[in-house]
């Protein structure tokens, strides 16, 4: 966390300065009432001291408030008392955070200059009790008038003549027409209400689904911060080197810029890495000492085995500054329009406060860049005996709370291939499909560790040789092409632009020559674990569903949600989840295909009518689910995933090569 760059302490000569006119002003002109003792010599002096002590501690706050404590990777384990990998993560980088605040100002408020350690306290008192409220109160205006127009709008959901939405539903006009102001709003009022509107779109257990299909067209309007300010981070990340020490190679302008962080595209230089090689001894004591911690958080060889060679390029990214002052401020006010929501009858089933405080959650852990380096070193555990599922490299020892090095993945884009889907054949198509879902199920059945954030973006597809199974499943996988290889096959690709014929005949081209798919997940700051109490009751609900049991199915999602009370109508819930699975289970008996995406749709619209509250990450598995088999269906318009989940819920992996029917057929 950056710390205020700009000290608030640099105006307070100039108050005094206009202090000083009021009562110079006051003593020319009552002369005879009141008498200014102070010389202009004396005025002179003081603003001048005060001017070089401001400078002082602008210049102090550069140097110690961009994290100047020690925030690397080795010291970010899991609290003992937490339930999940991540949750424990969260916890300990927030106590880590606080405690390194309340360091920091002790640490300047017992300067041993008395006058500098004063000039801290007022600056302190003035940041928590003057500046900080203050510029709350503005943002609070800011957006109560972004805001407050968009509440008085809402009436218009109920006019206007009712259309077929995107999603096939009914929906009135005047409430498509509040779903886009509404998302423009959010787009105006910056990066946290960016990212809150994205969270809402996933909730559609909440929210009507139109709503949430429009909320999910935000995208961030971020500005890239400057490159000094780049510099002025990393540098302090890697232990005050000065930056051109660091990279041989460093591109100014940024592969992508998102509302907390931007990346960049370098080669880091060779004394950089010695020191990183000098320094694993103290890497692997490190290790030793954490390897029995409750969570296993650092696995045997998780930092010492990732060597990064001189020549290869690495992906850089680096949080904006001041960024977790501006969205906790913004939480601040979030949490008081929730509460103030929620004293409104009939909207307290919503439990907004509560839902606040897990986006809460979720912003926070993206606030610390050694929580993603750890979910990726995790999941490249997870996968190592898979080859054709990959995941980059988080270079550890380079990684701190601000500044994140990881492998530069090139590949091709998944929406391109997406958008060829159609045409390039069933094959590779396939291929695509089938390990991208095993991938998923093998995250959500066996790990309980799930990417949170599976759209085409965060995927990306390259192509390797496998000279063993040149046409056939791959029962395993012996690479004969290398690194440069598969680049120079993405090269060959991406030069082919948008002409999609060229695409089609290239990609049957390489399946003849033996090429076969690996996919790349990206973006892992974002993950999924059940607990055990939420990791049994999502097994136990699609025991039921895949015994095509309703009834239980609905009762369970009653019973064991996070506010049974407040549920309406909890028999007529069951029995309409239950004509649901009826009807499903007479597809399975008849087309022998279902969709489970569609199933969970219509459970999730039953949950929002019936005020049954889900727990969050069950609702983001359920999305992901959702998100996922769209792209599995594009790809292979024959895919069952509800077959495919059951039959790896009871008897595992590989998945690809099953009658899925006939599983159900036998009885």
Not at 3 to 29: C, N
Not at 347 to 366: C, K, N, T, Y
Not at 487 to 505: F, H, M, P, S
Request: one cysteine or more; a neutral charge; proline letters at 3%.
């Amino acid at each position: 966390m950056i710390y205020l760059l700009r000290s608030p302490i640099r105006k307070l000569p100039f108050a005094s300065i206009s202090k000083s006119v009021v009562r110079q002003t006051s003593t020319r002109t009552h002369a005879h009432l009141v008498k200014f003792p102070v010389s202009r010599t004396s005025i002179f002096v003081g603003v001048s001291t005060g001017l070089v002590g401001s400078y002082y501690l602008y210049q102090q706050s550069i140097s110690n408030d961009v994290h100047a404590l020690d925030t690397t990777i080795h010291r970010l384990k899991p609290a003992e008392d937490s339930e999940t990998f991540e949750l424990g993560l969260y916890k300990s980088s927030q106590e880590e955070e606080q405690n390194q605040y309340k360091e920091f100002r002790q640490q300047k408020k017992n300067h041993p200059n008395v006058i500098i350690r004063w000039l801290y306290y007022l600056r302190f008192t003035l940041e928590d009790y003057v500046i900080d409220p203050m510029i709350t109160f503005t943002r609070f205006v800011e957006l109560s008038c972004i805001f407050i127009p968009v509440l008085l709008a809402s009436p218009i959901c109920w006019f206007g003549r009712k259309h077929r939405s995107e999603d096939g539903n009914l929906v009135r006009t005047g409430a498509t027409l509040w779903y886009r102001y509404l998302r423009w709003s959010a787009e105006v009022a910056g990066a946290s209400f960016i990212k809150l509107g994205q969270w809402a779109a996933s909730r559609t257990d909440i929210f009507p689904s139109e709503m949430c299909t429009e909320l999910g067209r935000l995208h961030s309007n971020a500005k890239a911060h400057s490159l000094e300010v780049t510099k002025k981070i990393v540098s302090s990340s890697f232990g005050n080197l000065p930056f051109d020490e660091i990279f041989d190679e460093f591109q100014a302008k940024p592969l992508g810029v998102g509302a907390i962080a931007q990346v960049y595209l370098g080669k880091l230089s060779p004394k950089v890495l010695q020191r990183a090689k000098e320094d694993e001894g103290r890497v692997e004591r490190i290790l030793e000492e954490h390897k029995s911690s409750k969570g296993e958080l650092f696995f045997e060889n998780l930092v010492v085995t990732e060597h990064l060679n001189s020549n290869e390029y690495v992906a850089i990214k680096v949080l904006h500054p001041n960024v977790e002052i501006k969205i906790n401020r913004d939480l601040k006010i979030m949490n008081f329009f929730a509460n103030f929501i929620n004293i409104i009858p009939t909207m307290e089933w919503l439990s907004l406060p509560d839902e606040v405080e897990q986006f809460a959650i979720l912003m926070r852990l993206q606030l610390d860049l050694r929580i993603e380096a750890l979910n990726l070193a995790k999941f490249r555990e997870n996968f190592k005996s898979r080859l054709d599922i990959h995941f980059p490299k988080p270079y550890l020892n380079f990684t701190t709370r601000d500044v994140l090095v990881e492998e530069y993945i090139h590949a091709i884009p998944m929406s391109k291939l997406l958008s060829l889907a159609d045409n390039y054949g069933k094959n590779l198509s396939k291929e695509v499909s089938d390990k991208g879902l095993d991938a998923f199920l093998k995250m959500l059945i066996l790990d309980n560790f799930v990417h949170a954030d599976l759209h085409p973006g965060n995927m990306m597809v390259r192509f390797y040789k496998n000279e063993m199974y040149r046409h056939k499943k791959e029962y395993k996988i012996v690479k004969s092409s290398n690194e440069a290889e598969t680049n120079r096959i993405t090269n060959e690709l991406l030069k082919l632009g948008n002409d999609a014929n060229a695409w089609c005949v290239r990609l049957a081209e390489l399946y003849e020559e033996g090429y076969h798919a690996e996919i790349c997940f990206l973006d892992v700051g974002l993950v999924t674990e059940l607990n055990a109490k939420d990791r049994v009751d999502f097994i136990d609900l699609f025991k039921a569903l895949s015994e095509f049991d309703g009834y239980k199915a609905g009762e369970l999602m009653v019973e064991r949600s996070r506010t049974p009370e407040t549920a309406l109508n909890k028999e007529i819930f069951a029995l309409k989840v239950e004509k649901l699975v009826d009807r499903m289970k007479q597809r399975t008996f008849t087309l022998g295909n279902i969709s489970i995406g569609d199933l969970l749709d219509q459970v999730l619209g039953m949950v929002r009518n019936h005020h049954v509250r889900m727990e969050g990450d069950f609702v983001t598995v359920v999305v992901a689910i959702l998100l996922l088999e769209g792209i599995g269906r594009q790809l292979d318009p024959n895919l069952d995933l509800f077959a495919r989940f059951v039959y790896a819920l009871i008897f595992g992996f590989p998945t690809e090569e099953l009658d899925f029917l006939s599983m159900f057929l036998i009885q």
